[in-house]
């Protein structure tokens, strides 16, 4: 049985202020269910005040990317995966689409930062999905094999075991348009087909979240596709009330 997750991607959004408001607003609405885990990735420098907040709350703390080095050493701007155990997460962003788009973060990259998030025991959560241009040529399936390939080849199936993935299609990021349940249904199975491949077990555990302009007005008809898991929340998240319906859903799927 596989429990959901919700999580919310601040982005780089915020303020000591702001964030504390909104976190508190959310921790008044969340109950310690294990059906659902909550959790919010502040942007780094917000970290600790944000998790010192959450203690007690039952809300997980994640952050939106790591450094993909094993070691600690001279990496001018980048953090470790143990400065964020440090911290208090435990899981951690990785291979986002606009980390992917804007800074030019390869597959191969993001299998890195997979591995070192896992070596340091942060739970990563994979994120994959294809450009608007990718899903009308009909490449999505092709797509989601290579983003999941570079991982497997890197880190075997094994590593699944211990991970999140989230389908996150391009062209529904911050752009309002979301999948319909047809679309999010089906690339989820094609993820979970895929995994199970190498692992049928691994593949049935293993969470799917969708992400793409998940709202309170759609999460439940999501939520309720046997193989949508939960989801990654981006601008949604930055609302109280709407992150806290978002998760209602969850509870209620
Ligand atoms: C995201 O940032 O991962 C995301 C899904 O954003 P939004 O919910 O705003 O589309």
Same mark, same amino acid.
Request: aromatic fraction near 6%; include cysteine.
């Given at each position: 049985?596989?429990?959901?997750?919700?999580?919310?991607?601040?982005?780089?959004?915020g303020s000591l202020a702001a964030n504390a408001a909104l976190v508190d607003a959310i921790?008044?609405?969340?109950?310690?269910?294990?059906?659902?885990?909550?959790?919010?990735?502040?942007?780094?420098?917000?970290?600790?005040?944000?998790?010192?907040?959450?203690?007690?709350?039952?809300?997980?703390?994640?952050?939106?990317?790591?450094?993909?080095?094993?070691?600690?050493?001279?990496? *001018?701007?980048?953090?470790?995966?143990?400065?964020? #155990?440090?911290?208090?997460?435990? @899981?951690?962003?990785?291979?986002?689409?606009?980390?992917?788009?804007?800074?030019?973060?390869?597959?191969?990259?993001?299998?890195?930062?997979?591995?070192?998030?896992?070596?340091?025991?942060?739970?990563?959560?994979?994120?994959?999905?294809?450009?608007?241009?990718?899903?009308?040529?009909?490449? *999505?399936?092709?797509?989601?094999?290579?983003?999941?390939?570079?991982?497997?080849?890197?880190?075997? #199936?094994?590593?699944?075991?211990?991970?999140?993935?989230?389908?996150?299609?391009?062209?529904?990021?911050?752009?309002?348009?979301?999948?319909?349940?047809?679309?999010?249904?089906?690339?989820?199975?094609?993820?979970?087909?895929?995994?199970?491949?190498?692992?049928?077990?691994?593949?049935?555990?293993?969470?799917?979240? @969708?992400?793409?302009?998940?709202?309170?007005?759609?999460?439940?008809?999501?939520?309720?596709?046997?193989?949508?898991?939960?989801?990654?929340?981006?601008?949604?998240?930055?609302?109280a *009330?709407?992150?806290?319906?978002? @998760?209602?859903?969850?509870?209620?799927?």
């Open positions: 049985m596989r429990s959901y997750l919700v999580a919310g991607n601040w982005k780089m959004n921790a008044a609405g969340v109950s310690i269910a294990p059906k659902v885990e909550m959790l919010v990735c502040p942007s780094s420098p917000y970290l600790d005040s944000v998790g010192r907040r959450i203690a007690q709350t039952g809300i997980f703390l994640g952050a939106q990317d790591l450094c993909e080095q094993p070691v600690q050493g001279a990496f *001018t701007g980048e953090v470790h995966s143990s400065m964020l #155990i440090d911290l208090g997460c435990r @899981y951690v962003l990785v291979g986002h689409s606009e980390r992917r788009a804007l800074y030019g973060e390869s597959d191969a990259l993001v299998a890195e930062k997979f591995a070192a998030a896992q070596a340091g025991k942060l739970i990563p959560i994979l994120c994959i999905g294809e450009t608007l241009d990718e899903r009308e040529s009909g490449q *999505t399936e092709a797509v989601l094999s290579r983003q999941l390939l570079a991982i497997l080849d890197r880190n075997g #199936i094994a590593a699944f075991a211990n991970a999140v993935v989230a389908y996150e299609p391009v062209w529904a990021i911050g752009t309002g348009r979301t999948a319909t349940v047809e679309q999010a249904q089906s690339a989820h199975a094609y993820i979970r087909s895929e995994l199970a491949k190498n692992d049928a077990k691994i593949a049935d555990l293993v969470r799917l979240l @969708y992400g793409g302009s998940v709202k309170a007005d759609n999460a439940a008809s999501l939520f309720s596709c046997e193989d949508v898991d939960g989801g990654l929340i981006g601008g949604a998240s930055l609302k *009330t709407e992150f806290l319906a978002i @998760y209602a859903a969850a509870l209620a799927a």
